[in-house]
């Protein structure tokens, strides 16, 4: 199964993006969904998860500023982030994660800059 994280771009500071995950092929039952992202020089860090039950957490410099949640309209239940209020420093690759059948499954990142 090959992840593919989409939605990214160039915006404004300010601005808002939706980042998206497709999946190649069917995963299975999903035990939890995550967004990661890494910075040039940067660790890979958390930015948001959900669990099975729709439990969420986030890091704390994106909270309130992004969603994490299920692509209930595509009827796939991937991973969607919305991303509000951008800040120059949210620039990064950014990474869907999908826990499923007890394998770690890692999408090709997805770059937003953010940028005036």
Excluded: H
């Excluded at 039952?29 to 986030?58: C, D, F, H």
């Excluded at 999908?98 to 997805?110: F, K, P, S």
């Amino acid at each position: 199964v090959q992840l593919q994280a989409c939605g990214g771009g160039l915006v404004q500071p300010g601005g808002s993006l939706t980042l998206s995950c497709a999946a190649s092929g069917n995963i299975g039952a999903i035990n939890s969904m995550a967004w990661y992202r890494q910075a040039p020089g940067n660790q890979r860090e958390l930015v948001a998860g959900i669990s099975g039950s729709g439990r969420t957490n986030y890091a704390d410099s994106v909270k309130g500023r992004f969603t994490i949640s299920r692509d209930n309209d595509k009827n796939t239940l991937l991973p969607l982030l919305e991303m509000n209020s951008l800040k120059p420093e949210d620039t990064a690759v950014y990474y869907c994660n999908i826990n499923a059948n007890g394998l770690d499954y890692w999408g090709q990142g997805t770059q937003v800059t953010v940028s005036s």
